[in-house]
């Protein structure tokens, strides 16, 4: 997250937001046993935080990289041995 210019009271907050956070339910004046939940918004918009630069990373991927919500999905035809190298290149640098 500092890397993408978020630090100061604004990481901590956030920091705070995702530790230690825990949830009830209640129905009809019964109430569930309390859990640990992470806050699945928050979780999101960090995750998109987290891949948004993902194709620049890349050099034979291309511009087909479709993002959504916590799911990506990466596009690319391939026509011949080389095209086949480079997407495994690719995909071998996401990976680390």
């Given at each position: 997250m500092r890397?993408?210019?978020?630090?100061g009271k604004l990481l901590?907050?956030?920091g705070n937001w995702?530790?230690?956070?825990?949830?009830?339910?209640?129905?009809?004046?019964?109430?569930?046993t309390w859990e640990e939940?992470?806050?699945?918004?928050l979780g999101h918009l960090l995750f998109l935080i987290?891949?948004?630069?993902?194709?620049?990373?890349?050099?034979?991927?291309?511009?087909?990289v479709i993002k959504f919500v916590d799911d990506t999905k990466?596009?690319?035809?391939?026509r011949d041995v080389h095209d086949n190298i480079r997407v495994q290149a690719d995909l071998d640098r996401l990976v680390e």
């Amino acid at each position: 997250m500092r890397k993408r210019g978020i630090g100061g009271k604004l990481l901590v907050t956030i920091g705070n937001w995702l530790r230690n956070r825990r949830q009830g339910v209640c129905i009809k004046w019964k109430q569930s046993t309390w859990e640990e939940v992470w806050s699945a918004v928050l979780g999101h918009l960090l995750f998109l935080i987290f891949v948004n630069d993902l194709e620049d990373n890349t050099s034979g991927i291309g511009p087909t990289v479709i993002k959504f919500v916590d799911d990506t999905k990466i596009f690319k035809e391939v026509r011949d041995v080389h095209d086949n190298i480079r997407v495994q290149a690719d995909l071998d640098r996401l990976v680390e």
